[in-house]
């Protein structure tokens, strides 16, 4: 499965979404209503489906959707 | 101080869901008692328990309701049961005169032992975000308040057995020191987990007839083992007189007094003779302004375990003396099982129905009457009458009571 698909089944789980809302383009809290507590929750959802480790210091990056994939796609 | 009327019914319980459903099983005398489904009980001495049945996410969002531990759930439905029942928009419960007040025996316990599995299993690194605001038990007031975006007078009541009543009773409060027009004020508990029912399995506080589920729950019977946990959430409506009638209100009973105390004693066993409760109860009927001769039914904590329903028989016959043999006594905890946090919210609604609807709700498996414990507690079946004045017990582990008492309105 590619990464965009895989990132999508973290968002809908996380944050209880339509899938069709979750674009590449789609901001976590802007277009996705993420709140501080469930931005965390994706990011350890993140972590845990790709077996990595997101330092705070990313996560603040990470905002939307393509920046999720692109971030994991570096580490991988 | 301002007169508090009830005038919403919001009950989620093993027997029924919403007030015409809780009241008709009480009158048709249904256990909601039934093996646990929830989880494997199997390695546990109480397989048992009174589970919700009834489609309550309805009243949630899928959003909403995952955000929020099982208890919360339970008290968002009832909640939205309440308020539908007393006719209020959320247009008019909207701002800082409507106020929450509901309480939880536990809180999240669901939460707890699953957060509790991923510490010991991945860390402390991968503890969810939402754990503690799922968690704590002053979330179901923070939820309710939210929904309705009711800014009023908010607090929590954590009294284990009596939170229900003391929510209740504390909501009265604000309402009639006029800090608050309209209360949605409860209790809620989502206790039927392996480690609930595991602890209290080896206190020995819980019921084992686990071949019999339905008749499990036996108030004041010779053969009472211990009481039955249940789940689910009571919320009422309560409203300032003068609002209730602006509006038209349909009012189902007065609450007029409040008693609460403690025995000061013990964690689990009451005092002798109920001393602790009958304080609730004579405090209860001097914040209402009447006389114990005037009660006509009292909604017992009758928890079907021996110490209580001895304790509480004992406290009756020394608050009402002579009149004790007059009294009504009933537990609807042979129906509903305890629900503990949520119990005397439940049993306030079931007190509020008796008085509207002249039935007083049975207690049943009453089958072998406790020679010791000779009062009338309505065994068996509903009983039709008209009562003007009724109580309703709750007592708590912690020694906690918590003791209302309401009145059918008459203008």
């Not at chain 2, 020394?318 to 119990?343: D, W, Y």
Request: contains cysteine; charged residues 25%.
């Amino acid at each position: 499965m590619e990464t965009f698909e895989q990132v999508k089944e973290v968002i809908v789980e996380k944050l209880g979404v339509d899938a069709d809302k979750v674009t590449p383009e789609a901001r976590f809290v802007e277009d996705l209503g993420a709140d501080s507590l469930e931005t965390v929750e994706l990011i350890m959802g993140l972590e845990d489906k790709f077996g990595i480790s997101i330092s705070d210091e990313d996560a603040e990056g990470i905002r939307t959707v393509q920046a999720a994939v692109d971030y994991i796609g570096s580490k991988q | 101080m301002k007169r508090v009327v009830i005038t919403g019914l919001g009950p989620l319980t093993p027997i029924g869901m919403g007030a015409e459903a809780f009241a008709e099983a009480q009158r048709a005398g249904r256990s909601g008692i039934g093996p646990i489904t929830r989880f494997d009980a199997s390695p546990i001495s109480c397989r048992i328990a009174g589970e919700v049945k009834d489609d309550y996410l309805q009243f949630l969002d899928a959003r909403e309701a995952r955000r929020v531990d099982r208890y919360v759930q339970y008290a968002l439905a009832a909640a939205a049961l309440a308020v539908r029942d007393s006719g209020m928009t959320e247009e008019e419960l909207r701002g800082e005169r409507t106020g929450t007040l509901v309480g939880s025996g536990i809180g999240g316990m669901e939460t707890f032992e699953a957060q509790a599995k991923v510490f010991f299993e991945r860390g402390a690194g991968r503890i969810s975000p939402m754990f503690i605001p799922m968690m704590i038990a002053n979330m179901a007031s923070g939820h309710v308040a939210m929904r309705y975006g009711a800014t009023g007078p908010s607090s929590t009541v954590v009294t284990a057995c009596a939170t229900g009543s003391g929510a209740l009773g504390e909501a009265m409060r604000y309402i009639q020191l006029g800090e608050a027009d309209v209360m949605l004020a409860g209790g809620s508990e989502a206790a039927v987990t392996p480690m609930a029912i595991g602890g209290f399995a080896n206190m020995k506080a819980v019921s084992t007839r686990n071949d019999e589920p339905h008749r499990a729950s036996r108030p004041f019977s010779a053969s009472r083992d211990g009481f039955v946990l249940g789940e689910g959430a009571g919320i009422v409506v309560l409203e300032e007189l003068e609002h209730a009638r602006a509006r038209g209100a349909r009012i189902y009973a007065e609450l007029l007094g409040y008693g609460v105390s403690a025995d000061a004693h013990h964690v689990t066993m009451p005092a002798p003779e109920g001393r602790g409760a009958q304080v609730a109860m004579r405090m209860a009927l001097r914040s209402a302004g009447v006389n114990p001769e005037e009660v006509g039914y009292v909604n017992a904590h009758g928890t079907s375990t021996p110490a209580n329903d001895l304790a509480e028989t004992q406290a009756i016959k020394s608050v009402f003396g002579a009149h004790a043999r007059e009294l009504m006594v009933s537990s609807t905890k042979s129906m509903t099982g305890h629900l503990l946090g949520a119990a005397g919210a439940i049993e306030a609604i079931a007190t509020a129905q008796a008085l509207a609807d002249g039935v007083i709700p049975p207690t049943i498996n009453l089958d072998d009457p406790d020679p010791e414990l000779d009062l009338d507690y309505v065994p068996h079946e509903a009983r039709e009458a008209r009562v003007k004045v009724a109580m309703s017990n709750s007592f708590a582990f912690g020694g906690q009571n918590a003791v209302l008492v309401m009145r059918t309105f008459e203008g």
